[in-house]
């Protein structure tokens, strides 16, 4: 493995959001339309969408994970929320990335989706 791909001592694991962008509130909801199709909840939810990025020029980059690699949706679901979040007014484009780092674990799920699975 090359040295230059390791991230930075102390860098976060995940990318930040980019929050504060005028677009971030309907980029969020776009992705709570998303769902996987084995569990009830959306992927937003579930934490499965780790960074919404969005450039200057209203680009998107979402980074987002599965809850296992072997999901057989696994080759779908970034078009999934590719399509949710394009047609939304002033989005220029969306790129959909998928990661398996940080693993996505339940701790990661909202409080509604815990609560929606039975888990609270």
Not at 48 to 73: F, K, Q
Not at 100 to 109: A, Q, S, T
């Amino acid at each position: 493995m090359n040295n230059a791909t390791q991230p930075l001592e102390g860098a976060p694991l995940i990318p930040p959001s980019t929050t504060d962008h005028p677009l971030y509130d309907k980029v969020v909801e776009a992705c709570r339309t998303v769902y996987d199709p084995e569990i009830p909840v959306n992927i937003y939810d579930l934490g499965l969408i780790y960074t919404i990025e969005i450039d200057d020029e209203n680009a998107v980059r979402v980074i987002m994970t599965l809850t296992a690699p072997g999901c057989p949706v696994a080759g779908e679901m970034p078009g999934w929320v590719a399509d949710a979040v394009e047609p939304l007014d002033g989005v220029k484009q969306v790129d959909v990335e998928m990661t398996w780092d940080p693993p996505w674990g339940m701790d990661m799920m909202s409080d509604e989706a815990r609560l929606e699975l039975g888990f609270m």
